[in-house]
């Protein structure tokens, strides 16, 4: 590619990105090829090829639908580009037979979340149909009443009745959306079918009564490119994603601008501490010694999280813009991406995205001619959670033993290599760019008093859609929970959900309707954390749930500082002896004096925090505890039937533990 | 108006007393100005914090957690609470649960009553173990025969890596795995022995428990004190006998040498030497070496100087490009062994395989030092048999029934026992430099000294040069104590080398440990700058205190070279008192 010039970024940014009515693109991020989206990339040319067409097959990142992989949207013969889950390869040559060759839409596997329209302006071209109700045994039955009376209307050969996999739609009995124009209709009784055929379908009149209202939550600004750029391809950033035109905007102003920019959006850390963005930036900026450093830290480590990961791998140049736009705002010419070994894919994309920025001249000397030099490497994690940690990831990045250090020194101060380093999370980078280009007041138009934005979460444990969830912060657990991701499994009843990983804590059911913001989880004993959520239903032992988290902390302990190395691994013992049945009473006074000490006398946010998710489940569930201790054995094995397991947890390893 | 330029400062409050201190002072320091005791296992004197123990957590009043007193600044406006209900509450639980991370096994510990653990579990009132305890079942590591690590007994407190890895330089210790399993271990899971391990012992007297203690060897003393058929001596170290007294609850500095030598002698030792004896003789031959090398420009410069076995063996491992630089002459400790084995042995008549030589010395090094070449057995025997530290000696004076403090004083025996000041001063960094150029001055120019004091090489600066005039000729030294600081003036002679130029010195002096010998790695607990000042003190006073202040003129060094051995670094004195050098791996295996 030939070097940019700041007039091409001027033009592309004038330029509207190309339409495009003709592709199949491949979700191909790592959740979606260990789902076989790869054979289902390798089906679809294939097939493509043997139908002799010419649409274009093409890999995308994931936007997020985790539940679904393997994941592809599809656009052709004339319709809007519709998404396909659960795609493994055999479906490939359905999809190119029915959708590609005859614009018809196959069975059970069309995802069309319901948009809220309202209006039928264009003829009626495709019925989806689905019992969101428990059992999902009417599905059939509504979609052979539709195509009876569509055939009564003669109508069977222009409009199509398709089981559909997903609507957006929950909880709502008999639910059909009317494509194109996206209107849905929930509670679908049998007596409605001929109504919405006779003045739906053909009198393109509304019924108010069964229309769904209600729009998604959902906001994609940190994932707003993720699924629909292929993040392996420089020129789909900058003509479809407006890539790179944040840091144009930010180049066009002083690094003193931007920060004003970054503190006027209100953006906050979206590592978990929440600390501003603009306030570490400027603590980093203030130092008079030079030079200084930007670390993007790629290690998220929380059980269930995969944010970043995601991000990085559908996305690298949004991340990496944002980093150059931290680089140019605290003076710094070096950056580096911290990402945990695990992350492979991410990495190669990463490192794609690196050289493709350098090769167009947006990174190195003098990028676009604006005087400002920038360049950025990766380094990679060594499987350590508490390098997540900001001075134990830049021990690590020196060479050295990933222990976090005291502060002060703050990193702002003496970070990486003794200079003044700002370590920012993917997600908070991810939309640095979009702040830049949009403006800090419409992003500080998201969100509450205190916390501004959006906040990706990645939603799994007992949840129908296990999925990546992109929601303006003041959305409710609830609404997360059930309006997006479809509820509990099996539709039993919710018990929890608990946020913040290894750090947070269990958020009780009467309490779901709290709006998410630092601030309000952690007056409810939990923390916004990166973003993990964990769905828990009324069979899951929150005994066993804090001896989950607690023993990733204690696998994860660095071992430096005594409170965190020897009181993790003691109250872990109290725990396995509590969920075995075999508690005493005096245990759970036990358990909050250690709890207490870690807390306090932890060197590191992991030590400190490691107690919340005993002391939550204390907090809301100590019956549970009393339960276990007062049941003994036999109640413990009852529980672990209950929630599943064969036998109950076994014991830990005894005291003598080998390294994990 | 005053030209000295006064430090800025912070005011603030600690437990309601206002406190001003230099800024960038510790809250852990500032409370000691205003007598107010943070505990800590952590934090030592010497070492920057490493924040692993937190006990001595405080709270800053409106502060969202609490603080490490150890390395958090005191700020201006700070409103310090350093012993509240809930502070103390956390430190006993911190405490219990380290508590519960070790071995209950006081009783038979080498740091028995002189562990900071025990005390400070004493000062807490822990009475029950409250915590069920864990400890991970580890063998301990023999391999040197001059340090033991006990890895059960380690609370991770992080001093022995941070002494072994930036004070000294060596990197034989690190912390393996992590969580409950984090242990300290030679770097790479080997044997300590098979490690860069140079055997300095710092670590050892920095751990706050018995987790790294010397190997003890009194028992194999008293054996030998009770068989009949041996004659045992022994001698003492020149630093030895300003510091022994701590362990008898005296002020560092304080000098015992004479009642060491009637309490040696009350433990049965047939004859008392003194090792600064030989450092005299050490200094004779070192000098001429010296004197050979730089006015005689017979071998290169500069020369160092090599009595320390811990610096020997680290330059062996990571400089031996400087080993035709070192000088030959064995350490005093040797010197005096190989010489109570011939000279002593003929003219008292004792047969020399019945002689056991023991030595007592501030230093776990010396130790190896024993057997460390085959010169070390130059007459046919063993120069020196059993080497004690000053803490073993300790030990064994309280196990003896002799009420050390109330002896008499005592004298040593002839002919190893009398001593210069300079042989005296060989106990602190810079005496050997300031001994070996009061002998130097004299061959060189065949004058009386008239100043015999170097202040120029005095003091605790980690690296000291001076130019001093030898006879109208500049004489370039350097000193360097601490082995971390080492490579720093070693590198200047290479980069001089590699550019043909003269070196930067002709004479350099090194000891491994901080302060010398009277800072050794066997000295008694508790050492830091303000100790190992009082210490050298005391040496110093004793250099002071003798008629004789050069080597050279010792009159039982004169009646040495005339009656046994001849000409320094004659052929004689080669045979019996110098040593070669070898470069050997970093790593055993």
């Known amino acids: ?660 | 108006m005053s030209a000295v330029a006064t430090l800025p400062t912070v005011k603030a409050t600690i437990n309601g007393l206002v406190v001003e201190v230099p800024v960038g002072t510790s809250i852990l320091d500032a409370a000691r100005r205003a007598a107010v005791k943070i505990p800590t296992l952590c934090k030592h004197k010497d070492l920057l914090p490493t924040a692993a123990c937190g006990l001595c957590v405080v709270r800053n009043k409106g502060g969202p957690r609490l603080l490490r007193a150890c390395c958090t600044p005191l700020e201006a406006g700070m409103e310090i609470a350093t012993h509240d209900n809930e502070i103390v509450e956390v430190r006993r639980s911190t405490l219990e649960l380290i508590l519960s991370n070790h071995p209950a096994e006081c009783l038979t510990c080498g740091r028995n009553g002189e562990c900071e653990l025990q005390s400070i579990a004493a000062d807490f009132n822990i009475r029950t173990d409250g915590i069920k305890r864990h400890v991970k079942e580890q063998p301990a590591d023999r391999s040197t025969g001059s340090i033991i690590l006990e890895f059960e007994k380690c609370i991770k407190c992080g001093r022995c890596l941070q002494v072994c890895q930036e004070m000294q330089d060596v990197w034989a210790l690190s912390f393996l795995e992590r969580g409950i399993n984090t242990r300290m271990a030679p770097a790479g899971d080997i044997a300590l022995a098979e490690s860069p391990c140079v055997k300095c012992g710092q670590c050892s007297a920095h751990c706050p428990t018995g987790a790294i203690v010397e190997n003890d060897e009194t028992a194999a003393v008293w054996a030998a004190l009770h068989d009949r058929d041996k004659v045992c001596v022994v001698q003492i170290a020149p630093s030895v006998r300003v510091t022994v007294g701590e362990a008898f609850g005296l002020p560092p500095g304080t000098n015992l040498t004479k009642k060491l030598y009637s309490a040696l002698r009350r433990l049965g030792f047939h004859a008392v030497f003194d090792t600064n004896f030989s450092a005299d003789v050490t200094i004779v031959e070192e000098a001429t070496e010296f004197v050979q090398r730089f006015v005689h420009q017979r071998g290169p410069l500069p020369l160092i100087t090599s009595c320390c076995p811990a610096w020997t063996d680290f330059m062996e491992k990571k400089h031996w490009d400087f080993i035709d630089n070192f000088s030959t002459a064995k350490s005093p400790q040797q010197m005096l062994g190989v010489l109570a084995k011939t000279y002593y042995a003929q003219q008292a008549g004792i047969d020399p395989a019945k002689l056991v030589v023991v030595s007592i010395m501030p230093c776990t090094a010396k130790k190896y030092e024993l057997s460390r070449t085959e010169e070390m057995f130059a007459s046919g025997f063993k120069d020196v048999d059993i080497c004690l530290t000053t803490r073993e000696l300790a030990r064994m004076l309280k196990q003896s029934g002799i009420d050390f403090l109330a002896l008499d004083d005592g004298a040593a025996d002839s002919i190893l026992g009398e001593y210069s000041g300079a042989g005296t001063i060989f106990g602190t960094t810079g005496g050997v430099m300031e001994a070996a150029l009061r002998t130097a001055h004299h061959y060189a120019t065949g004058q009386k000294l008239g100043q015999v004091e170097f202040a120029a090489v005095r003091g605790l600066d980690g690296v000291r040069t001076a130019v001093i005039d030898v006879g109208g000729a500049k004489v370039r030294v350097a000193v360097a104590h601490g082995l971390g600081h080492v490579s720093a003036v070693l590198e200047q002679v290479r980069q001089a080398r590699r550019e043909g130029k003269e070196p930067p010195y002709h004479f350099i002096e090194v000891m491994a440990c901080p302060g010398g010998c009277i800072g050794g790695g066997g000295q008694p607990y508790g050492v830091d700058n303000e100790r190992r000042r009082q210490r050298i003190a005391g040496l110093y006073q004793d250099d002071r205190d003798q008629a004789v202040r050069c080597s050279h003129e010792n009159p039982e060094v004169v009646r040495l070279y005339r009656d046994f051995l001849g000409q320094p670094n004659g052929t004689k004195a080669h045979e019996l008192l110098h040593t070669r050098y070898t470069a050997r791996p970093l790593y055993k295996r």
């Open chain 1, 1 to 660: 590619m030939k070097p940019l010039t700041l007039d091409d970024l001027a033009a592309l940014a004038s330029r509207p990105a190309p339409v495009t009515t003709d592709f199949v693109r491949v979700q191909l991020d790592t959740g979606g090829i260990a789902a076989g989206a790869e054979e289902t990339f390798a089906a679809f040319r294939s097939a493509v090829a043997a139908a002799a067409l010419s649409t274009p097959v093409l890999r995308v990142g994931s936007h997020g639908r985790s539940w679904a992989d393997p994941v592809v949207e599809v656009a052709a013969a004339g319709l809007p580009p519709v998404l396909y889950g659960g795609v493994k390869a055999d479906v490939a040559p359905q999809i190119v037979a029915a959708h590609l060759q005859s614009g018809r839409l196959i069975d059970d596997h069309v995802i069309a979340p319901a948009s809220g329209a309202a209006e039928l302006a264009a003829p009626v071209t495709h019925l989806l149909v689905l019992d969101t109700g428990v059992g999902e045994a009417k599905t059939k039955f509504f979609q052979f009443s539709f195509v009876e009376e569509l055939k009564r209307r003669g109508l069977a050969d222009q409009i199509q009745v398709a089981r559909a996999l997903d609507l957006g739609v929950y909880d709502e009995g008999v639910v059909v959306t009317l494509l194109p124009a996206g209107v849905t209709y929930t509670n679908v009784l049998a007596p409605d079918v001929a109504r919405i055929v006779e003045q739906s379908v053909q009198g393109r009149q509304v019924l108010d009564d069964l229309l769904w209202k209600r729009t998604d939550p959902q906001v994609r600004i940190v994932l707003r490119n993720c699924g629909s750029i292929d993040p392996e391809s420089l020129p789909d950033y900058l003509e479809r994603a407006h890539g790179y035109q944040g840091l144009r905007a930010a180049l066009a102003r002083t690094p003193e601008q931007v920060i004003e920019e970054l503190k006027v959006s209100g953006l906050r850390g979206r590592g978990g501490a929440g600390f501003p963005t603009w306030l570490k930036w400027t603590n980093t900026r203030i130092q008079k010694s030079e030079p200084r450093c930007v670390i993007c830290n790629g290690d998220e480590g929380d059980p269930g999280a995969f944010m970043d990961r995601s991000v990085l791998e559908s996305d690298p140049h949004s991340v990496l813009e944002g980093l150059m736009i931290a680089g140019y705002a605290i003076g710094a010419a070096h950056g580096y991406f911290y990402i945990r070994a695990e992350y492979p894919k991410a990495v190669e994309r990463v490192e794609r995205a690196l050289a493709q920025a350098r090769e167009a001249g947006l990174l190195g000397r003098n990028i676009l001619g604006t005087g400002f030099s920038f360049d950025a490497k990766i380094r990679l994690g060594a499987g350590a959670f508490v390098c997540g940690e900001e001075t134990a990831l830049i021990a690590s990045i020196e060479g050295k033993r990933g222990s976090p250090s005291p502060r002060p020194p703050y990193p702002s101060v003496r970070g990486l290599w003794g200079r003044p380093t700002a370590i920012n999370n993917v997600e908070t980078l991810a939309n640095v760019p979009a702040i830049l280009l949009r403006g800090g007041a419409w992003y500080a138009g998201y969100g509450t008093e205190t916390t501004k934005g959006t906040k990706v979460f990645a939603v799994t444990g007992k949840v129908k859609n296990a999925q990546l969830v992109e929601v303006p912060m003041g959305t409710t657990l609830r609404s997360i929970v059930f309006d997006v991701c479809g509820g509990v499994l099996e539709d039993k009843d919710i018990k929890a959900v608990q946020t913040g990983g290894p750090s947070g804590g269990v958020i009780p059911d009467k309490h779901l309707d709290t709006p998410v913001a630092y601030e309000t989880l952690q007056q409810l004993g939990s923390i916004m954390g990166s973003g993990g959520m964990i769905v828990m239903d009324t069979t899951d032992s929150m005994v066993d749930v804090a001896k989950f988290f607690l023993k990733f902390c204690v696998d994860e302990s660095c071992g430096k500082c005594a409170p965190c190395r020897i009181g993790g691994f003691q109250m872990l013992q109290i725990l396995d002896r509590i969920s075995r049945g075999r508690g005493a009473a005096e245990d759970i006074a036990a358990l909050r004096r250690i709890c207490q000490a870690m807390q306090k006398a932890s060197l590191c946010g992991l030590g400190q925090t490691a107690p919340n998710p005993v002391l939550s489940t204390l907090r809301y569930f100590d019956e549970e505890y009393k339960a276990y201790i007062e049941g003994g054995p036999s109640y413990a094995r009852k529980m672990a039937r209950a929630a599943g397991g064969a036998e109950p947890a076994r014991a830990l390893a005894p005291a003598t533990t080998e390294g994990a």
